[in-house]
């Protein structure tokens, strides 16, 4: 059984031009332990899929109008507000985009640490609380972790702040971690111990993790699924290997195809691109959502739905002619 299972989820807003459905009949599981990564470019709905998963969809002007969200079998759009507050940052935690501006800046690290305990953990004494967090400081391999505890956000680094957000969405050693870009704005190296320091984590937690990133070379190295969006849906789902060895669709193509590679014939020619940009949710063509910027489409691409159809086992794709079969 499937420790988080979507099934069908339409996210919309309501806005003076009209409604938006920035998520658009999304399914997709995860399994205990697992590392599943979301890719895809800047508004395709990555973040919005996340911010529906734990239900932090302002309403209004938004909406999650269809669908369903089982986590540990227990539809999460039809828990009271009680309930959430149990399962947000207790079973399912999530590090936010942008580090420097999700710690409250005029409190001290320790006492925003503890907060999540003080919620979900009562039954612990302030000294255990106060252990609990120096622990997970140390986990994080945070230098001075008692220091740290007594500092406030703008003393720590954005590397530094980034490990504060994991230690947080860990305290409570939740069974889903949703890290939305957890390494945006961050220099390289940082970048590499950070992801290094979720997987040793996932380790020796069992955590399972949804990573939602642009950065393919993050997933190659981090993920064991990958579930590439577009325009809102998904459009082609599958292992690593599988997708970065034998892209089906003509986006995962694209996506891939303008990573740069270190061969010696490619150094004086241009990045490959993929044409053209994201259409706007109020244009959202009939027929495939990738046919403006598709080099294969045909007249059949522009006709009614194109449904994720499975091809193989835990493989499946959003096309009339995946690349690599046979079209008749």
């Not at 998963?53 to 999460?76: A, Q």
């Not at 504060?164 to 390289?188: N, Q």
């Amino acid at each position: 059984m499937a420790l988080l299972e979507v099934k069908q989820m339409v996210t919309q807003f309501r806005t003076d031009r009209g409604l938006a459905r920035a998520v658009r009949n999304v399914s997709f599981s995860i399994k205990a332990g697992e590392t599943v990564g979301l890719v895809g470019e800047s508004g395709c709905g990555k973040s919005v899929t996340a911010r529906s998963l734990m239900r932090l969809i302002p309403d209004p002007p938004g909406e999650i109008s269809e669908g369903e969200i089982l986590f540990d079998g227990k539809d999460v759009l039809k828990l009271s507000t009680r309930e959430l507050r149990k399962l947000r940052g207790n079973k399912i935690s999530m590090i936010f985009q942008d580090p420097m501006t999700s710690l409250n800046p005029v409190i001290r690290i320790g006492t925003q640490l503890e907060e999540v305990l003080k919620l979900h953990r009562p039954e612990l004494s302030k000294k255990e609380r106060y252990q609990i967090c120096l622990d997970m400081m140390k986990r994080v391999k945070i230098p001075s972790p008692a220091q740290r505890l007594r500092e406030y956000p703008h003393q720590l680094s954005g590397g530094m702040k980034q490990r504060v957000m994991i230690a947080m969405a860990l305290s409570c050693r939740p069974s889903l971690l949703i890290a939305d870009e957890p390494t945006t704005a961050l220099d390289v190296t940082v970048q590499a111990q950070i992801l290094e320091l979720m997987q040793e984590l996932k380790r020796d937690i069992g955590t399972a993790i949804l990573l939602i990133t642009h950065d393919l070379g993050v997933v190659a190295e981090t993920c064991d699924r990958v579930l590439v969006m577009y325009l809102g849906q998904i459009v082609e789902s599958g292992t690593v290997q599988e997708i970065f060895s034998n892209p089906k669709h003509p986006y995962t193509q694209g996506l891939l195809s303008s990573i740069p590679k270190l061969r010696q014939e490619r150094l004086h020619k241009k990045l490959d691109t993929i044409e053209g940009i994201v259409p706007s949710l109020f244009e959202i063509p009939q027929g495939c959502s990738f046919q403006a910027r598709c080099p294969f489409v045909t007249d059949d691409c522009r006709k009614g739905d194109i449904p994720l159809k499975e091809r193989g086992e835990g493989r499946s794709v959003r096309c009339l002619y995946p690349q690599g079969e046979d079209k008749s």
